[in-house]
């Protein structure tokens, strides 16, 4: 399957790179929208961020001629430390493409799917300790049923998450197929959605603090950002779009007042939306969002 960057040409637009900018790519993944910002920033620098060392590893090899590139093997959560220890004090851009990965999704040995049959295991760095089979395993009933209803809008949460605790009293969960016999027990058939869809993307998040990750991350790259610099967001579900929208609509409301006037500190940008030919040729972009936020004052 061909690997689609989505809203590329929107980002870069947006970044408005400069040949000896400094970038920052917080989510590498293989590597292309991290290639368009090094070709245009040929005569700067672009740090990458990803956690997962299999990404990381793709993502060298298919940007193997770009030199101006520097990678971080590490959660994005980490940008200010990371940037401190590479001396980058402020930058002119950074990306963040939240959305997660096809390939990892769909690798059965990375245990996101839900299709098949396949250990459960959802951790973007394999390293870390907690997992899904942690989080199935281990959590209270009230834990599972808010995770449930916060992360994947589950009505049915507080049902789903005592079958859970009943299940694991003989058994312990963790395949795949063990948790889709759970959740169609509670939820039953529907059409044309499968039932452990939204359930899966709640583990995950929980796996993986999703949510706490990108508030931290986000509010230290505002941080980071040079006069003119901007912070590039594209967003795939509800949650996480709130977060940045919430965030950036805060900032631009923070206002100097002075002698002159009152003066924006920042500014935000219309929402941009995938457009019908890039829908047709990459399905996956039609929920993608890109919201951005420019510094104007130091």
Not at 66 to 83: P, R, S
Request: hydrophobic letters at 35%; a positive charge; glycine letters at 4%.
């Amino acid at each position: 399957m061909k690997h689609y960057s989505v809203l590329s040409n929107e980002v870069i637009k947006k970044l408005n790179i400069k040949k000896d900018g400094i970038y920052i790519d917080c989510t590498l993944g293989l590597g292309g929208h991290t290639s368009l910002i090094a070709k245009k920033a040929n005569k700067g620098k672009v740090v990458a961020f990803d956690q997962d060392p299999n990404a990381m590893s793709k993502a060298k090899e298919n940007l193997s001629k770009y030199k101006n590139i520097l990678y971080v093997e590490d959660n994005f959560k980490n940008i200010k430390i990371n940037l401190e220890k590479l001396g980058i004090k402020k930058v002119d851009g950074i990306l963040y493409d939240l959305g997660t990965s096809y390939y990892q999704l769909t690798d059965e040995k990375r245990g996101f799917t839900y299709h098949g049959e396949s250990t459960l295991d959802m951790r973007m760095n394999p390293n870390q300790n907690i997992s899904a089979i942690n989080i199935l395993n281990e959590y209270s009933k009230d834990e599972l049923a808010e995770i449930f209803f916060k992360y994947g809008n589950e009505k049915k949460s507080h049902k789903l998450a005592q079958a859970i605790v009943d299940y694991r009293k003989n058994n312990k969960i963790t395949l795949n197929t063990q948790l889709n016999e759970i959740i169609k027990s509670v939820k039953g058939f529907i059409k044309d959605k499968h039932p452990s869809k939204n359930i899966f993307q709640a583990i995950r998040i929980e796996v993986n603090d999703e949510m706490n990750v990108i508030k931290k991350s986000l509010n230290d790259s505002i941080e980071l950002l040079k006069k003119n610099g901007v912070i590039t967001v594209i967003t795939f579900h509800s949650l996480e779009d709130r977060i940045v929208k919430k965030l950036f609509w805060e900032k631009k409301e923070d206002i100097d007042i002075t002698n002159m006037g009152n003066i924006h500190k920042f500014k935000t940008n219309k929402v941009i939306y995938p457009t019908k030919k890039e829908i047709e040729i990459n399905k996956a972009s039609r929920s993608a969002k890109l919201r951005t936020l420019v510094k104007l004052e130091e």
